[in-house]
């Protein structure tokens, strides 16, 4: 058996310059490595596979974290491969790719497959037979996908493993409406005849038959449901179609999450926090708020929100869709009686929205 343990879409150097924990936020990238790393040592990996885009720029990534990165992969007790994606496109003007040469492959037991060529891997145990051919990214974007050079071969399924790692988009599970992201297809991998694929690009997880996409190990924003995940990968010994049996686990990694909240007046604060208890302190959630509040609540709103929210990583609100329930005393106390405003304001209590609105612009109008 041959066991492998599968990330990419690491984006490590991801700077998150709009977010407050924007250093906490691309430092855990990389040290999330060391969690990932302990798992596939403790599960008997084989191989530590990096489907591309371990980093998210092909300039200069801070030298900090290339040595932490080289301290977590030295810990595999395997062998590491690594292809480039369309982040980090591999050249040898590239800088990236140099520094981590000198950093990060001292140890040598990291591969980094930039070549189209077919890779005999030189594994720990010498009965387990592995090749790959690899079809990473030598630029930012294409039109052309880089397997031409795979399907020319002429592979025979035997006892040998045979593993295709590749990086771009996959037809119908990855966005790319204009082809610009090295476009796969299902039928296309299917009918070159290695025993599995390892992809990347896509940051959502996804199998289809012996196609396997782990997704990223760190959710990059809030548009990712899927959050941080990695998969394990069991390919079974034997000739022709070999059996194959993958296992998909989560990092214990931040999570970025956007929610609606409908509130109803005299129960904001209740609301609030039963949404919000049963999500990690180490996320980052953005909470748009809809409905009425009473004007106790909606005076109250900037520190009940700090109350119920202040255990996060990151918070951020939108009280746009909010209204205050403008009440007869409200107008009473603010406005004459016998005055337009008053009647005007008393005439739209029935609709939440249009009193609110109307309040508010008759006090602006009044502040003038």
């Not at 800088?95 to 594994?123: A, Q, V």
């Not at 990712?224 to 990968?233: P, R």
């Not at 296992?247 to 209740?270: C, H, M, Q, V, W």
């Amino acid at each position: 058996m041959l066991k492998i343990f599968l990330t990419g879409d690491n984006h490590i150097g991801l700077k998150f310059l709009n977010h407050i924990q924007h250093q906490f936020l691309s430092e855990i990238r990389v040290k999330i490595f060391k969690d990932m790393v302990e798992v596939a040592n403790n599960k008997n990996c084989d191989l530590f596979v990096i489907a591309g885009d371990l980093f998210d720029r092909t300039d200069k990534i801070p030298e900090k974290y290339l040595n932490m990165l080289a301290e977590r992969l030295g810990e595999f007790h395997g062998i590491i491969l690594i292809i480039p994606g369309n982040h980090d496109y591999y050249n040898e003007n590239v800088p990236i790719w140099r520094d981590f040469r000198r950093t990060c492959m001292i140890k040598g037991n990291i591969l980094f497959l930039s070549d189209y060529r077919p890779y005999e891997i030189p594994m720990n145990d010498a009965n387990k037979k592995v090749i790959v051919y690899p079809a990473g990214c030598h630029e930012n974007f294409s039109s052309e996908n880089n397997l031409k050079w795979i399907k020319e071969l002429n592979i025979i399924p035997d006892e040998a493993f045979k593993i295709g790692i590749a990086h771009g988009a996959v037809k119908d599970f990855s966005i790319d409406v204009e082809g610009r992201y090295f476009l796969m297809t299902e039928e296309e991998l299917n009918n070159i005849p290695v025993d599995v694929w390892l992809m990347g690009h896509t940051h959502i997880p996804f199998r289809l038959g012996k196609i396997f996409n782990a997704g990223t190990h760190v959710q990059t924003d809030v548009n990712n449901e899927a959050g941080g995940n990695y998969l394990i990968i069991e390919i079974e010994d034997g000739s022709g179609i070999k059996n194959i049996k993958a296992t998909r686990s989560a990092t214990d990694s931040p999570r970025f999450y956007k929610f609606e909240i409908n509130l109803t007046p005299g129960n904001f604060r209740d609301e609030l926090f039963n949404f919000v208890k049963n999500i990690r302190s180490s996320s980052i959630i953005e909470l748009i708020f809809n409905g009425s509040l009473t004007d106790e609540e909606y005076k109250l709103k900037d520190a009940i929100i700090r109350e119920g929210l202040n255990k996060f990583l990151e918070y951020s609100y939108n009280f746009d869709g909010v209204h205050r329930i403008i009440t007869s005393e409200i107008i009473k106390t603010e406005f004459p009686e016998v005055g337009f405003n008053a009647k005007f304001l008393n005439a739209l209590l029935n609709d939440p929205y249009e009193a609110q609105m109307a309040y508010d612009l008759l006090k602006a109008l009044e502040n003038k």
